[in-house]
């Protein structure tokens, strides 16, 4: 919806006079009536300096989506009907009136009862135009309500939702607060100011909306540069001490671009002046959290990580090379923008589209860039700029551009379109590998692998393999993730230290360290999360330096996150680790405290409790997480451990068998259930289990280890010796093995 991620730092050019507004919001809920100061200092415009040398692209500028971004409400700027209309979805009925010539709207609020809400900025312009609420504690908030530009009639984000006045998605939640969410990527030199403790802001920023400095940096030097003495003179400097000339690179464009324009978390508020974007922020992947198996896009991911996967960014070509970068408009309407590069001939004619020409079906975008909405009426495009692929539809459900046109036709006949018009065989492309490697399965690591080996893969896809890898616990796994630490590309080192954390330390301690140092922040951040639970004996000496100023940076990270519900999580992670319990429960519960669905924050606070001795604590955490899912065989897997720790064996065992209903794929469940079912003396219900267990996990050495048990207790011992020797084959040196295999004679 909303953006998380950070606009440049500005600094004013020349101070003509510094004002600060003050905006006083009366707001009631519940028992108390807040009455609250605000003050967001506000230095006077810049943008009225740069007009004298760049009127043309003042001029871009302002009929902009960037510079209605945001700003004050009023009659000039404010699109949707306030005149004492009405609107009901989704079990709430508003209001929207003007009270002299201030905009209202009467809707539910955080108590579930409608109250008046004072419209205080517009928040964008097209498609849609959102709203911005005070609330206490320095917030704002963003209605549900949208005004639809085009249609000029209002709707429901989350549409169909009906959205309970508690829930984290709730308008007056946290995410839909504009401090955290939208931000950053909406005014000029933003700083949340969150109090961690009091949970209170106190935001600021330099220009309301989006603007010059926002990409061009800070222009004091600049300004100060060109009417000086020097600059008349001929004595020239490089880029006049301004950001992105005109003669950028792509990456300097891309990564000035990307901090709005891409799915990330933000490191600090204190940037590195870095080309390196893994400096400041931490990107998106194309996993199947956000983005289907093939790194379509799926979820909104603001256009970045999908243009790194394409052939377009390999080449060169960066956001204006189509795009008016003061307009936000492209440069040349239709296939024309294509055709730049494109041979017209060869690629805008009926013999490569098969469709007539001036229809939907010979437009570029519509097959190598399909669009999605978002917010309800924002179509986006993605931007992977990829050939559609109706046959990986058919093998593996992922979508393809042909179907969004062609909805009355099967994928099968879409994939046989494409044999007939272009050849059976199919180019290779990534998602051959990817979309097999995102399964995270027994056969998923070879494409894994050859993703990340192959030069010609886009560096964000082996990093996606990097990730998926760190599932797959095997040797070979092991080893490719290594060789990724020496990569050159900073996602994909970021990637592999955190699928490290699924290996034992001895397997990486002396490859991690030097990361320790690494040139970019991210990965130094990572590489000292890996860290944190060694003992400092087992950290090399000469990197105990290096590994505590890194976590520094890993600390003040997780800190900067705490306004974000996940962040809070995150943090309590992070003294969970080092066994602080004290503060591990204290974020855990600010966590829950924002998002109350949160049932892995629940998951953790209930090992806590179990940690300390508070197991009664440890069951209400998972009975409230039962309570938000029902079918999360994680929840009665840990249920069932935690019963049969309370000696409640029966609860434990239909908990494990309700793990089992639900198709668990954690290969834990099915070993722990069935040395329970073999110690009960259930030899035919274990032996069941721990074969259904291999099914799913066949590389999992404890599942053979317990089946070999129940063999050698019913008598079978001819299976139990198959079953050893199975066992052997695959972890041969283990040494809690070692007594089984001398008595049945297995020996090296």
């Not at 079990?91 to 579930?112: A, C, P």
């Not at 437009?363 to 992977?384: A, F, T």
């Not at 459900?397 to 199919?426: F, I, M, Q």
């Amino acid at each position: 919806m909303l953006k998380k991620s950070s606009i440049v730092v500005l600094i004013l050019l020349v101070i003509f006079g510094i004002f600060s507004f003050f905006i006083v919001k009366s707001y009631s809920s519940k028992d108390d009536d807040y009455t609250e100061v605000l003050s967001f200092n506000n230095a006077f415009i810049g943008d009225k300096s740069c007009i004298k040398c760049h009127a043309n692209e003042h001029q871009q500028w302002k009929q902009s989506d960037h510079y209605m971004s945001m700003l004050p409400a009023n009659d000039s700027t404010v699109k949707g009907d306030f005149n004492n209309v009405t609107f009901t979805a989704d079990g709430v009925t508003s209001k929207f009136y003007k009270k002299g010539s201030k905009y209202f709207i009467n809707t539910e609020g955080d108590d579930g009862k409608n109250h008046d809400f004072e419209v205080i900025y517009i928040f964008g312009y097209k498609p849609l135009q959102q709203y911005l609420v005070f609330f206490p504690g320095g917030r704002m908030q963003v209605p549900r309500l949208s005004w639809d530009v085009n249609k000029k009639i209002w709707f429901n984000q989350y549409a169909g939702q009906k959205i309970p006045s508690h829930d984290w998605l709730h308008w007056t939640g946290n995410a839909q607060n504009w401090n955290t969410m939208c931000a950053t990527c909406h005014s000029t030199n933003l700083h949340k100011n969150y109090d961690t403790k009091t949970d209170t802001y106190k935001t600021s920023y330099s220009i309301i909306n989006v603007s010059c400095e926002s990409c061009h940096g800070a222009g004091q030097k600049h300004f100060g540069y060109v009417n000086s003495d020097d600059y008349k003179s001929g004595e020239k400097v490089k880029g006049s001490f301004m950001k992105l000339g005109k003669k950028s690179g792509q990456l300097e464009q891309i990564n000035t671009c990307a901090p709005c324009h891409v799915r990330a978390s933000e490191i600090s508020p204190k940037h590195i002046d870095s080309p390196e974007i893994m400096d400041n922020y931490i990107p998106q992947i194309p996993d199947t959290e956000y983005f289907h198996a093939d790194g379509q896009v799926d979820d909104e991911d603001y256009i970045y990580t999908s243009f790194l996967q394409s052939k377009m960014f390999s080449k060169g070509i960066k956001c204006s090379n189509c795009h008016n970068p003061h307009s936000t408009k492209l440069k040349i309407i239709g296939n024309q923008t294509c055709t730049q590069c494109h041979v017209a001939t060869k690629y805008d004619t009926p013999k490569h589209t098969f469709h007539t020409m001036e229809t939907k079906g010979a437009s570029c975008v519509n097959c190598h860039m399909p669009g999605k909405l978002y917010m309800g009426n924002d179509l986006r495009h993605d931007h992977s700029f990829r050939v559609p692929r109706p046959d990986l539809s058919v093998q593996y459900g992922t979508p393809n551009a042909c179907s969004n046109c062609h909805k009355d036709k099967s994928e099968k006949a879409l994939a046989e379109a494409v044999v007939k018009w272009y050849g059976p065989n199919r180019k290779y492309h990534f998602a051959d590998d990817l979309i097999p490697g995102s399964k995270q399965d027994s056969k998923s690591e070879p494409h894994l692998t050859k993703l990340i080996i192959d030069k010609k893969t886009p560096n964000i896809i082996k990093a996606t393999a990097a990730f998926y890898l760190g599932s797959i616990t095997n040797q070979t796994s092991l080893n490719t993730l290594l060789t990724c630490l020496d990569q050159k590309d900073a996602q994909v080192r970021y990637r592999a230290l955190r699928s490290l954390t699924n290996f034992p330390p001895a397997n990486w301690i002396e490859k991690v360290a030097p990361l320790l140092s690494d040139k970019v922040r991210a990965v130094r951040i990572a590489a000292a999360d890996l860290f944190i639970t060694l003992p400092k004996d087992q950290i090399p000496s000469q990197y105990i330096n290096a590994f505590e100023a890194a976590n520094t940076e890993l600390l003040s990270y997780l800190r900067y996150q705490t306004d974000f519900s996940v962040g809070n999580i995150m943090i309590a992670d992070y003294y969970l680790k080092l066994q602080d319990y004290k503060n591990a429960e204290s974020f855990y519960l600010k966590g829950l405290k924002k998002d109350n669905q949160m049932n892995y924050a629940l998951l953790n606070l209930s090992s806590l409790y179990n940690a300390v001795g508070k197991n009664d604590a440890s069951l209400q955490m998972l009975k409230r997480a039962l309570a938000n899912d029902k079918n999360n065989e994680r929840i009665y897997y840990n249920l069932a451990l935690l019963y049969n720790e309370m000696n409640d064996k029966p609860a434990a065992e239909k908990s494990f068998a309700k793990a089992v209903e639900l198709k668990s794929q954690n290969p834990r469940v099915y070993y722990n259930y069935g040395l329970m079912l073999n110690a009960n003396q259930k030899y035919k219900e274990a032996e069941a289990i721990f074969l259904k267990g291999i099914k799913f996990s066949p590389s999992t050495p404890d599942l053979y280890y317990g089946l070999t048990f129940v063999y050698i207790q019913t008598g079978n011992k001819l299976k139990a010796q198959q079953t050893a020797y199975q066992l052997y084959q695959m972890d041969a040196t283990n040494p809690n093995y070692q007594e089984l295999f001398r008595n049945f004679g297995i020996q090296k």
